[in-house]
């Protein structure tokens, strides 16, 4: 089977039976039906708190970023993260080391996370008055592109040494971006990045987005990521706030699962 | 090869149903898929070579449709379809690129062909 050009499917209607003798039942649900039941019951348990989803290749700088975000960010804002790879701990250790309160998701073979997943492990963490939780993504910009973890916000990063075009290539993931982070700026010519033509790239398909060129390395370009962490946060407190006055009984948060 | 989860519920959402129908054999499964789903033809296939055995659907085919993409231009107030598969959504009529997309996401389990 081949990737069909889509513009020439024609969609035949619904119930057409082709095998003689069978009748046809409808459907019509969603793969992704239970994911975004637990998504949902998530967000309820969130409720307090901002929710990042970042993702991005392996190595473009994630945990970094989220290094210097739980450093810097931290003084004012409690911050929590939950990371998934496919082994070790080490980017636990790394933010727990940074002085985030955090959780490893150790994913096995699987290539992305998923709301249970994401669901279990916040059951570790306190997220009473807990302000920011950042869900740090499987490094991979194909298969965590459908899985609604409960987040606020989706973060697509790429880096200078990645090429230009990472959003053409990738563009489920970067057209769901609200905002998309350029890293290692700081190594930009050194490697021939060309910038207008990234920008460009990121501008033409998730035209909403807002974008970050920084380095997580040496700082550069942070200050307005962080700006926009604590101008979401406030957002999201604000609507929360206007949400239990219009319903006072939906303080009480559901339990994931 | 995130396509082995989809396939996972694709098979719950879908034996669920054929029971529900009182059926004991599932003959034929329907997906909708849209262009940017991201969804590798060959690696469903190839999930669901592997994850059928002993379910309903075990001799079942499974018959795809792919949706094009289609973008809202709110200069235009119209709808268009994405000429290219970079997920680039600029209206042709006037050039704007639009972030509103309104079909081309889809993981749809539309219809089912069962026996009794």
Known sequence: ?257 | MHEFSLVMSMLDLAEKAARADGARRICAIHLEIGALAGVVPEALEFAFEGARVGTLAEDARLEVTYLPAIAYCATCQSEFELDNRFGIAVCPSCDTPSADLRQGRELQLAHLEVEA
Not at chain 1, 25 to 38: A, E, R, Y
Not at chain 1, 160 to 177: H, M
Not at chain 1, 215 to 240: C, I, P
């Open chain 1, 1 to 257: 089977m081949s990737v069909p050009n889509t513009r020439d499917v024609k969609v035949s209607p619904h119930g057409t039976v082709a095998t003689p003798g069978a009748r046809v039942v409808q459907v019509q649900k969603s793969l992704m039906t239970h994911n975004d039941g637990v998504a949902a019951a998530n967000r309820d348990a969130f409720r307090g708190s901002l929710v990042l989803n970042v993702v991005s290749s392996p190595g473009s700088g994630k945990t970094a970023l989220l290094e210097r975000t739980v450093r810097e960010l931290g003084t004012d804002l409690s911050v929590a993260i939950v990371v998934g790879d496919l082994e070790t701990d080490n980017d636990a250790e790394r933010l727990h080391a940074a002085g985030a309160p955090s959780v490893q998701i150790v994913t096995g073979t699987v290539c992305h996370l998923e709301a249970e997943m994401v669901a279990r492990a916040v059951d570790q963490l306190d997220l009473n008055g807990l302000d920011v939780l950042v869900i740090e993504n499987v490094g991979n910009l194909v298969c965590p592109a459908a899985w609604d973890l409960g987040e606020d916000l989706r973060v697509t990063m790429l880096s200078v040494t990645e090429g230009e075009d990472k959003p053409l290539k990738y563009p489920r993931i970067f057209k769901d971006a609200d905002a998309v982070v350029v890293n290692k700026v700081d190594i930009a010519d050194a490697v021939g990045f060309d910038r207008a033509r990234a920008l460009d790239a990121v501008r033409k398909v998730a035209p909403g987005a807002r974008v970050f060129e920084l380095s997580a390395r040496t700082g550069e370009g942070v200050a307005a990521w962080l700006d926009y962490l604590r101008e979401q946060r406030r957002l999201k407190a604000a609507s929360v706030v206007a949400d239990g006055a219009a319903a006072p009984d939906a303080a009480v948060a559901t339990e994931p699962g």
